[in-house]
């Protein structure tokens, strides 16, 4: 029994538990539970990437901005246009995408007194904005001739240039020629 009671009293001293809770300590932190770096580490990369995003959330807050100034600027530009303008522009958008016609063409016609009867400023203005194909537009041109009128490449350039024709540009009918189909 005193083998018993010597166990029981060290059960009992302050510095078993102390060394026990060392000892528990110590493999605790051995098997990972104290690992502060690849805490660090985490915290970090977590920072960075909230940071990049704070970064990409302000340059997309910036490209809207520029994009509202630049559209509003547009608008404000658009307002400030005679109404004129707009329609001369409107119907030489009409005449480029179901005629097929040439700037000079569109120009013409828009200008005439035996066709839109804009002003000459309308007219202008009206060609300068048409965001249109001109090349596309004289080979579209060029090969309507060679189907219905069944004319030579050489024929179709004279009518496509001709100021009683169609009036495109000598660069414009070179275009249509060489992608006429053969």
Do not use: C, H
Request: proline share 1%; charged share 40%; no cysteine.
């Amino acid at each position: 029994m005193e083998k018993g009671k010597q166990k029981k009293a060290i059960y009992k001293k302050w510095w078993f538990w102390l060394i026990v809770v060392i000892a528990l300590g110590a493999i605790g932190s051995a098997m990972g539970g104290n690992d502060t770096a690849a805490d660090d580490k985490k915290n970090t990369e977590a920072v960075e990437t909230k940071d990049k995003d704070k970064a990409k959330d302000e340059a997309k807050k910036k490209e809207e901005k520029a994009a509202e100034e630049k559209k509003a600027e547009e608008k404000k530009k658009e307002d400030s246009v005679p109404s004129e303008y707009k329609s001369a522009l409107k119907k030489a958008e009409q005449y480029s995408s179901m005629m097929k016609m040439s700037k000079a063409g569109i120009y013409d016609q828009l200008t005439s007194e035996a066709g839109e009867k804009f002003s000459a400023e309308a007219g202008k203005y009206a060609v300068d904005n048409l965001k249109a194909d001109y090349n596309a537009n004289a080979l579209a041109k060029a090969e309507d001739y060679q189907k219905s009128m069944a004319m030579a490449p050489e024929a179709i350039r004279d009518q496509l240039t001709s100021s009683a024709g169609e009036k495109f540009t000598a660069e414009e009918a070179d275009y249509a020629i060489k992608n006429l189909s053969k």
